[in-house]
Antibody
Framework: EVQLVESGGDLVQPGGSLRLSCVGSGFAFRTYDLHWVRQSPGKGLEWVSGIRTGGDTHYSVSVKGRFTISRQNDNNYLSLQMKNLGPGDTAIYYC?????????????WGQGTVVTVSS | QSALTQPAAVSGSPGQSITISCSGSNSDINYKYLSWYQQHPGKAPTLIIFDVKNRPSGVSPRFSGSRSGNTASLTISGLQSEDEADYYCGSYVSSSIRWVFGGGTSLTVL
């Protein structure tokens, strides 16, 4: 069974930093692109960042320069380092996989981890 | 404002069919990579349609996708109570290497 399990969400003050983690199991981790997608309270989905199998990284305009995505294939580990956080970053952050159903669709999702940015 | 536009809400009675539209304002959106996601309250989204009209293994054939020009559609036939959820379309924007989503459509099964 494919599983993605996120952790690291927390309450953080504006301007602060946080690192989110995602561990995958049940599939060949290194052969899939991986992404972070967030959902603000009561709002829709927003793509945040993605990392390809070869290590190429991509970011949304709203987080570029503040967030860093990385992966450790040997440990089936994906992370998102977030800096200079603001209230607009408050959201559930989902780890998602792409590649099983085309390379541009997110075919498996974690349960999400909650990030709250507030003083 | 989302790059993809969906109706905020649709409704239908059990057994009926409904269609949710998804249209883009950005000419760079790769509509051939349009996907649909279902999200029940408090749960993570799940993929139900990818590349406009393809269903992942295990997804009910009651869900179908189509596209005409810059508008994609999700049709749910034979509505069931468990179909009540939020539905999001999403697509890849090749020119800027990013993904975008619609604002979501809340489906109510009357």
């Amino acid at each position: 069974e494919v599983q993605l399990v996120e952790s690291g969400g927390d309450l953080v003050q504006p301007g602060g930093s946080l690192r989110l983690s995602c561990v995958g199991s049940g599939f060949a981790f290194r052969t899939y692109d991986l992404h972070w997608v967030r959902q603000s309270p009561g709002k829709g989905l927003e793509w945040v960042s993605g990392i390809r199998t070869g290590g190429d990284t991509h970011y949304s305009v709203s987080v570029k320069g503040r967030f860093t995505i990385s992966r450790q294939n040997d440990n089936n580990y994906l992370s998102l380092q977030m800096k200079n956080l603001g209230p607009g970053d408050t959201a559930i952050y989902y780890c998602a996989r792409a590649g099983a159903s085309g390379w541009y669709a997110f075919d498996s999702w974690g349960q999400g981890t909650v990030v709250t940015v507030s003083s | 404002q989302s790059a993809l536009t969906q109706p905020a809400a649709v409704s239908g009675s059990p057994g009926q069919s409904i269609t949710i539209s998804c249209s883009g304002s950005n000419s760079d959106i790769n509509y051939k990579y349009l996907s649909w996601y279902q999200q029940h309250p408090g749960k993570a989204p799940t993929l139900i349609i990818f590349d406009v009209k393809n269903r992942p293994s295990g997804v009910s054939p009651r869900f179908s996708g189509s596209r005409s020009g810059n508008t994609a559609s999700l049709t749910i036939s034979g509505l069931q109570s468990e179909d009540e959820a939020d539905y999001y379309c999403g697509s890849y924007v090749s020119s800027s290497i990013r993904w975008v989503f619609g604002g979501g459509t809340s489906l109510t099964v009357l």
